[in-house]
């Protein structure tokens, strides 16, 4: 008779280390469960799309919820270098006051300045160079922004640039300037802008 009170002790001993040790999932309301907490990674991946989308809401809601604010997407950019290559001076502002690391290169080599000279968005070139962007930093082909801009023939870049004392005498690698760049394209008021500055 002792020895079966025993196993039952034994068993109700261990019956309750197995309840103790059991996960404990969310309480059910109705016929929802409480959401668990968000993943860094799907964070991360809403930053991005927030700053592709130009909606500063949401870049501020996946910071709040986890998201790094350098956080890596397609083509290795990040949040700045899509706001910035969209043009919303907004989302760059944001991003920058929340300590963005402005000199971040992609896979090419093009930061978030050169992002923005390519895709023409001259207030915010003007806005990262006064913020401190390396203005005369290179990609993998050796090309600046300002050589960048004049080859696209974004004179309103191009402007800006030498605003910000942009050196017009660096080369890519293929040995060709920005004024070479612009004259191969037939960038004339870029050729113009250049010859005015001195190169």
């Keep these: 008779m002792r020895k ?15 309840l103790l040790a059991a996960p ?8 929802r469960t ?9 964070a991360g991946d809403r930053l991005l799309a927030a700053a592709l989308n130009g909606d500063r809401a949401a870049i501020e809601r996946a910071l709040i919820s986890g998201a790094s604010i350098n956080t890596r997407g397609d083509l290795n950019r ?26 971040l290169a992609d896979r090419d080599g093009y930061t978030a300045l050169m992002l923005a000279a390519i895709n023409g968005q001259d207030e915010t070139v ?21 050589i960048l801009a004049a080859g696209d023939g974004h004179v309103l870049v191009v402007r800006a640039l030498l605003e910000a004392d942009a050196r017009t ?4 690698y293929t040995g060709r300037d920005a004024l070479d760049h612009a004259r191969d394209g037939r960038r004339r008021q870029v050729v113009r802008e250049l010859e005015r500055a001195g190169r």
Excluded: C, S
């Design 34 to 42: 409480q959401a668990p907490p968000a993943q860094p990674q799907a």
């Design 169 to 172: 005498d660096l080369t890519d």
């Design 126 to 146: 003007a806005q990262l160079a006064a913020a401190g962007a390396n203005i005369d930093r290179q990609d993998r082909q050796g090309q600046t922004a300002l």
């Design 78 to 103: 990040t949040a700045l270098m899509l706001a910035a290559r969209q043009g919303d001076v907004d989302a760059v502002a944001f991003l920058l006051k929340r300590e963005a690391i402005i000199d």
């Design 24 to 31: 404990v999932w969310p309480q059910a309301t109705g016929d």
């Design 4 to 18: 079966h009170q025993r196993y039952l002790t034994g068993v109700a001993a261990a019956l309750g280390l197995l």
